[in-house]
């Protein structure tokens, strides 16, 4: 494998807690609840997913695919949910802070040339609304995130489209990307978007050691602010510290 040309990272988790606030998360977590129940999904569906909106959202989803006939019904539930989430990500977004130790390493990546693209599951207009309010929309190259669209349906992470997506962006192959998340979904997108370089962060993680490592990942470390860490990174950005004291 040749030098790491790019990073691709999570967002949620991996560079901040969205729903630091838990009455924003458990609002969105309950009308996903009561839109999906009133569509027809069962509520002991709903609440077996636990009390994340997203895990309600996709089961509900899933439930829809499996018993529902009518493929627009099934639409219509997933843009219904969108409308909803999208609501409560930019209402979470205006307070949201990056984690200890984000910041510097986004600007040591940039410092070394590295671009560095958002691969998130999140709305991608309050990814960028947190980026603007934490002055950070300059270290980040790309922002590639939900949409609201047809196309959105079922190829959010675990699939690898996303990834696919922003390593089209940043003009770069799986084999120069170093991927970064927090969650089973993240090392499965990049497992299959055929990033070999995957790490996981433990730190905000729901998942275990095990867990992520089942799923693919390949080095484990506790917090974003540890990638400069990794010997694959420490070479370029100890390079670019060097050439800039020449
Ligand atoms: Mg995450």
Known sequence: MGPVEVVLTDFERTLVRMFEDDGIEQRFAEEVLKNCAGRGVPEGVLKAAGGSPY???TRAHRWMLKHEQDRLATNRLYHAITRIAIVYEMEAAKSVKLFDGVYPVLEQLQ???IPVVIVS???TAAV???LEKN???RLVDHVVGREFNDKMIGILKPKPNLVVTALKRAGHDAGTALLVGDSVDDMRAGRKAKIRRRVALLEHSTATKLQ???A???RILRTFGEL???PELRRVLHNADASAGR
């Open 121 to 123: 599951n999140n709305a």
């Open 216 to 218: 693919g990942a390949k």
């Open 128 to 130: 960028e609304l947190v």
């Open 212 to 214: 992520l490592r089942r």
């Open 55 to 57: 895990s309600r959202w």
């Open 228 to 230: 400069p860490d990794l």
């Open 111 to 113: 410092f070394a040339g």
């Open 135 to 137: 002055d950070a929309k």
